[in-house]
């Protein structure tokens, strides 16, 4: 009989031979043949029970090494353009080893989140433990899935936490990754696309209790896919950082400048300070200065910061945490404008006339010291006659200088008339525990407009100045609606009973004159949305279309590069542009610049989602507490299935499901965006005012399900039972809207 080898002997050989750690393959390499194999299959158990080995299918191995072929996820390129990967079928109890991909020649290109199926070497290198070498790229970006995961005698399965998301997910007893049930967890799609019944998923990361009071934001984050953790080599570069001195830059520390932000806010980017300009030919003109954080002087082209600030495109803002686009030590430090504190800047100098027109400007790479640093409240009040004992020194040199330039920048702006919008600004308001305590509308301040008009100014001045040296940059665009949005625009309008003028070049005026017949009327609200919906997205480009919305030529963003690489891209082409150090453009950077401004708009786009959603879950975490309480508030959109409500108290969104305004068909009507009842003739249209019961709250989700009540002060008028489809009902219906569409024509034919 042959002798059944030690557990030692056993974890030896898999040790030396990867690739041969089948039963069969064992049994081969000791002589162990007949009923001999009978032991060993029993060691073999034992050795899998005290977690020496893993069984995979057939095979057995080391759980704290990884199998010789492996399927891998690859991670983003480190500062030296390294590709490293991480893998997914990690199964030991330490950290998970890090692998450095190396590539042929003739391998496909691969990046950031795809995955593969590569052959390890073990290294155990100071920065890595494996080698990998490409076998075949399996694909990149496996489906994402948030969701609670509920745990069965087979793995269990993951409930999605995506408003409208209609199936669940199963996970296998090897995908469940330690999840406990009711944990919020991340999972990616384990099995083939578009296969029958439910489909697999595989849990790869663990977020803790759904239900926590911060965990609303948190979902947004992961759902959306925003960098939340700062890697070690880019915190390390941070906390290399030391503020910088007077060389090579111009002394700034005299003039007062000051800074006014939110009352709340952690990080301070921008100063400003004006004063009357003392040449007599330019009687009642302005000497403006605005002054921005040197980002670029700590985050320089190519380092570890400046990848990840690439990556994250920009900060995120949520009710209870930013997400920045910075660590801590600059956005919150070096780079932050504390008052008294020298402090490194770019700064903007700028003349304009008694009217607000800008005469001329010029750039500075300088060193300043804050005054002060001010909120929009106090230095509202001071203005108003109330300053406190921080703003009552300030008022002659600085704060009502600021207010005079001010007045005349607002000239400047009635000429060229932006689009004027007047839309509340919503903040949720959190208690200590985390959860929403009010909604609250916040006032829209003179002090808050002042800001606003110096930063177009100065954001302006870096589009002039750039493109009058014929420099590379990131512009700002801002495209005028498209045609099928503005027909959208004029069908609102004409319901609402006003007028959008056709067969013209549109001009921001039309819009603005528009909004003015609709202030103070009932349909103010609506006009207001209605336009806003027919703007384009904003976007970054490298070629200038000039701004629609703020009807500008050239624009550009200069003033936040704490917050926006845009602003950073920017700096940086100013720094080229005069020659000020080798922290300017790269040639590698202006080459790239496309593909920059397509990442950060995007990036954009993803904060405003994740912002939106999160939003969205605050509010119906608030109003699950509610449920059965009436609202009053207004139709702000229509779709086949149902109307959207606008609760007047929150600014929430909410559906009234079509299946629940009675027994009768309701038609839809996509030109005048309205729902008619077929047998009673009720309709549904944007701007209606409603009073509604709040049916089902969802914090999950951020869902928000409404019943209807009222309708512009009457009551619900339920027609009778629905026919079948096809029905004289639903006919009846289409026939109303149609003869009114042939009364509309026929009436545009007699104009």
């Not at 509340?424 to 509308?441: H, N, W």
Request: hydrophobic fraction near 35%; charge should be neutral.
């Amino acid at each position: 009989m042959s002798r059944i080898p030690t557990k030692d002997d056993i974890l030896k050989w898999i040790s030396e031979n990867p690739t041969l750690t089948s039963k069969r393959d064992i049994a081969k390499a000791f002589g162990i043949k007949g009923a001999a194999r009978i032991d060993l299959k029993r060691v073999l158990k034992e050795l899998e029970a005290e977690g020496h080995l893993s069984k995979q299918r057939k095979t057995y191995r080391d759980p704290d090494s990884l199998p010789p072929v492996s399927v891998l996820s690859v991670l983003a390129p480190n500062k030296d353009g390294d590709l490293f990967a991480r893998p997914l079928e990690w199964q030991g109890e330490g950290q998970e080893p890090r692998i450095l991909l190396v590539l042929r020649d003739t391998d496909p290109a691969v990046g950031e989140g795809d995955r593969i199926l590569a052959r390890l070497q073990e290294v155990k290198e100071d920065d890595h433990r494996y080698q990998a070498r490409l076998i075949r790229k399996i694909g990149s970006n496996p489906r994402k899935i948030l969701g609670i995961y509920r745990q069965d005698a087979e793995g269990g399965r993951i409930v999605p936490i995506d408003k409208g998301a209609d199936k669940e997910w199963i996970v296998r007893a090897d995908g469940v990754h330690g999840a406990k049930d009711g944990e919020l967890v991340e999972a990616e799609q384990a099995g083939p696309k578009g296969r029958m019944g439910l489909p697999f998923a595989r849990i790869v990361e663990r977020l803790g209790d759904p239900s926590g009071p911060r965990a609303v934001s948190l979902i947004a984050i992961h759902q959306h896919g925003i960098p939340d953790e700062f890697p070690d080599d880019v915190i390390a570069e941070a906390d290399k950082a030391k503020p910088t001195d007077l060389k090579g830059r111009e002394d700034l520390r005299d003039i007062p400048l000051v800074t006014i932000d939110p009352a709340d806010a952690r990080d301070h980017d921008d100063a400003v300070w004006a004063e009357r300009d003392p040449n007599p030919a330019n009687e009642g003109g302005f000497i403006l200065w605005v002054a921005i954080a040197d980002v670029a002087y700590y985050v320089r082209p190519g380092s570890a910061l400046d990848h990840e600030a690439r990556k994250r495109g920009n900060s995120s803002y949520f009710p209870d945490r930013v997400v920045p686009m910075l660590p801590d030590r600059l956005s919150g430090d070096l780079c932050s404008l504390h008052e008294g504190v020298p402090r490194a800047c770019l700064a903007v100098k700028m003349v304009i006339d008694s009217e607000g027109q800008k005469l001329s400007h010029s750039f500075h790479r300088g060193l300043m010291q804050s005054a002060a640093s001010l909120n929009y409240k106090e230095v509202q009040e001071a203005r108003d006659g109330a300053p406190n004992e921080k703003c009552a020194p300030l008022m002659d040199t600085v704060i009502d200088p600021l207010y005079e330039a001010y007045a005349a920048l607002t000239v400047a702006r009635k000429q060229r008339q932006p689009l004027e919008l007047d839309l509340p600004e919503r903040k949720i308001i959190l208690g200590e525990d985390g959860r929403v305590s009010s909604v609250a509308f916040t006032d829209r301040l003179d002090a808050h407009k002042l800001i606003e008009e110096f930063m177009v100014l100065a954001n302006v001045s870096a589009a002039e100045e750039l493109f009058a040296r014929n420099r590379p940059l990131l512009f700002r665009v801002h495209e005028e609606p498209s045609v099928e949005k503005l027909d959208a625009l004029r069908e609102v309008a004409a319901a609402s009973g006003f007028n959008l003028a056709k067969g013209q070049v549109l001009h921001t005026s039309h819009l603005n004159q528009l909004l003015a017949q609709a202030e103070g009327t009932d349909h103010d609200e609506l006009i207001n949305i209605s336009t806003l919906r027919s703007m384009t997205q904003a976007y970054y480009f490298p070629e200038n279309f000039g701004h629609f919305g703020l009807a500008l030529r050239s624009y550009a963003h200069f003033t936040s590069p704490i917050r926006r690489y845009a602003d950073l891209i920017v700096h940086r082409a100013l720094i080229s542009a005069h020659g000020w150090g080798s922290d300017g453009l790269t040639a590698a950077e202006i080459d790239d610049l496309e593909a920059t401004a397509k990442h950060i708009s995007e990036t954009e786009r993803r904060s405003m989602t994740a912002e939106r959603d999160t939003t969205d879950r605050y509010l119906a975490s608030y109003l699950s507490e509610r449920v059965g309480t009436e609202m009053t508030g207004h139709v702000s959109g229509i779709q086949k299935f149902g109307a959207f409500v606008k609760l007047d108290e929150t600014g929430a969104d909410g559906l009234v499901p079509v299946r629940s305004l009675g027994a009768e068909f309701f038609v839809y009507d996509p030109e005048k965006q309205t729902l008619m009842g077929s047998n009673s003739g009720t309709t549904l249209g944007i701007g209606q005012k409603v009073l509604v019961r709040i049916s089902e709250a969802i914090p999950t989700t951020g869902g928000l399900e409404l019943e209807l009540l009222e309708i512009d002060g009457e009551r619900l008028a339920i027609g009778p039972r629905r026919h079948r489809k096809g029905s004289s009902g639903r006919k009846s219906a289409k026939s109303k809207i149609k003869r009114a569409k042939t009364r509309k024509k026929v009436t545009r034919n007699r104009r």
